[in-house]
């Protein structure tokens, strides 16, 4: 079912424009949709999200949707259920023509079993290295063909760390690989064994070497992870510092870390900054009470007009709202909907380190259109955050405004029926 909904605003020209919408979903399929926002001069902006074409060449299970936006390719993990042992990856052409496929399958390369994230690392001579998370305690790593988008197993590192103690801790399940931004290490947080694993890159010859893990609490689970550099304190500053942003899926926290680069590509010391923040934040009526079961799923920064930094972050299985509004303009019934939430950061002057005053400041709880919120992502312009929703079988667009981050508490658009929603991205 298609929604389309209007969003009030100020608008003195007729004008339309279009984005893709890439989703992919465990029934098999990867959806591309056109994502259409039309303003004139007497009406408020409209907005329709429509599928263009489905592909199933990353079948059977798509966990996760990466964009080569230099060489114009798509790629995709296949978690493939079904296996405790082999898995796969697929590279896609993606065609921006009106006619024809909108992606155009490459390759197909088969991998270790529960790939769930990946990372892109390119050269300055172009040259790629794509890093890859695999919730069977592994990472690996994929050397990548510049003309044909082939893939080459590279590296695999397989680990024995001893797990943390809860009971989904049960062997080490790194869930994300990220590159630090001077772009030397990928970082890989750990959600069994309660690490921030890391790995420098040799730019040379691609392949990575391990550093010394960073321990986070005990039981904390950490999921993802997002860097942030800081206005410079003073002009005499010749960078900002560098914070790195941890949420734990167990603990439901986000953990804030001062990052510093060790000498001779040693690796990254972190310095925790201040204390543990609720991942749906805190002083919004909630309390861990409530948010029993909660499993924040993933974090993001963004800006504002002014270049002031925000986080969002998914909430799940924690259901905060129970009255809202039915996407479906067609049907009047009520829905339950897990949660967005906001947070202002810093702005500049330096923190005081390891006290209990919070380096990030809860903002705003929004809807996020229903239940589930595995993946979202923000718009290139930062205006919409396109979520999907993992038990919904639906995504969701939101309006964020520039001006305060405010996200929207109704979709402006969003489609259901899709299965369950494992990734979304935007297009080039």
């Known amino acids: 079912m298609f929604a389309s909904l209007a969003l009030t605003a100020l608008v003195a020209t007729t004008s339309v424009s279009a984005t893709r919408l890439y989703v992919s979903s465990y029934d098999g399929n990867i959806t591309t949709f056109n994502f259409t926002k039309t303003s004139n001069a007497t009406s408020n902006a409209t907005y329709n999200l429509a599928p263009i074409d489905k592909n199933i060449g990353c079948a059977p299970n798509p966990s996760w949707l990466q964009i080569d936006k230099m060489k114009g ?6 978690e493939n259920f079904a296996s405790t ?3 796969s990856i697929a590279s896609f052409k993606i065609n921006k023509d009106a006619t024809g496929p909108s992606l155009k399958k ?4 088969t991998v270790p079993a529960s790939p769930v994230h990946s990372s892109l690392y390119t050269t300055s001579n172009g040259t790629q290295l794509l890093a890859v998370a695999h919730y069977t305690h592994a990472l690996t790593t994929y050397t990548v063909n510049p003309q044909t988008a082939t893939f080459t197993l590279s590296q695999n ?3 024995t760390d001893a797990p943390g103690p809860k009971t989904q801790q049960t062997v080490a399940r790194p869930h994300q690989v990220i590159i630090d931004p ?3 290490y990928f970082v890989v947080p750990d959600l069994g064994a309660d690490l921030i694993r890391v790995y420098y890159i ?4 691609l392949k990575i070497a391990e550093r010394p893990s960073i321990p986070v609490p005990k039981g904390s689970g950490p999921r993802h992870a997002v860097f942030h550099i800081t206005p410079r304190s003073s002009l005499k500053a010749k960078r900002g510092e560098t914070h790195l942003y941890v949420l734990t899926e167990i603990s439901a926290q986000i953990l804030s870390f001062n990052v510093t680069y060790l000498p001779n590509n040693g690796g990254l010391a ?3 900054i201040g204390k543990a923040v609720w991942a749906y934040g805190s002083g919004m009526g909630l309390d861990a009470k409530t948010a029993t079961g909660n499993a924040p799923a993933e974090i993001s920064l963004a800006y504002l007009r002014n270049g002031a930094a925000q986080l969002i972050v998914s909430n799940r299985n924690a259901t905060f709202f129970k009255d809202v509004k039915n996407p479906d303009p067609m049907n009047s019934t009520a829905i339950v909907s897990d949660s967005l939430a906001t947070f202002s950061l810093p702005t500049g002057t330096k923190m005081a380190m390891g006290n209990s005053t919070e380096a990030i400041v809860p903002q705003a709880l929004t809807p996020a259109g229903g239940l589930y919120p595995r993946s979202f992502e923000i718009s290139p312009n930062g205006d919409m955050v396109a979520v999907g ?3 919904s079988g639906r995504v969701a667009i939101f309006h964020r405004c520039m001006e305060t981050g405010m996200i929207g508490k109704e979709p402006v658009a969003s489609v259901e029926g899709l299965g369950e929603v494992s990734s979304v991205v935007w297009g080039m």
């Not at 040799?202 to 010859?205: A, E, G, N, V």
């Open 85 to 87: 042992t082999n898995a």
């Open 182 to 184: 001077m772009k030397k």
């Open 106 to 109: 490459i390759t197909n390369t």
């Open 389 to 391: 929703l993992q038990q």
């Open 157 to 159: 590192f397989n680990f």
């Open 73 to 78: 390719n798509l790629f995709c993990l296949d």
């Open 202 to 205: 040799d730019p040379m010859t």
């Open 270 to 272: 972190m310095t925790p």
